[in-house]
């Protein structure tokens, strides 16, 4: 237990030390009005596709209900689309973090 504690006082004074840091604000601006909301979406998308990703293995692998396989077919096809949406995410992200470098 004292190492779990310590470990967290250790990460709070990191997060203390990093917000002290002088950023440039414009770069802290680009973050967060050009990345952010990106990576926001990123991830939301790459959980919607994990989640959907289960739950159509949940299904196929039924034994209570026969398993749709159309249906699990379409969700299938929904988890590439998105996993396609988010490569161009991330290429978008990335671009724009190299803009900073």
């Known amino acids: ?6 470990d967290i006082n250790n990460i709070n004074i990191i997060k203390k030390e990093l917000s002290e840091l002088p950023l440039d604000p414009r770069e802290k601006s680009y973050l967060e009005n050009s990345i952010s909301p990106i990576t926001d979406l990123l991830y939301k998308l790459s959980s919607t596709a994990t989640s959907l990703s289960q739950s159509a293995n949940y ?3 039924s034994f209570i209900t026969k398993p ?4 699990i077919k379409k969700t299938n096809d929904t988890i ?10 991330f290429k978008i992200i990335k671009k ?6």
Request: charged share 40%; net charge neutral; proline share 0%.
């Open 96 to 101: 724009r973090i190299d803009l900073i470098k």
């Open 1 to 6: 237990m004292a190492n779990f504690m310590e």
């Open 68 to 71: 749709k396989r159309r249906k």
């Open 59 to 61: 299904l196929s692998q």
């Open 80 to 89: 590439y689309e998105i996993n396609e949406t988010c490569d161009e995410l």
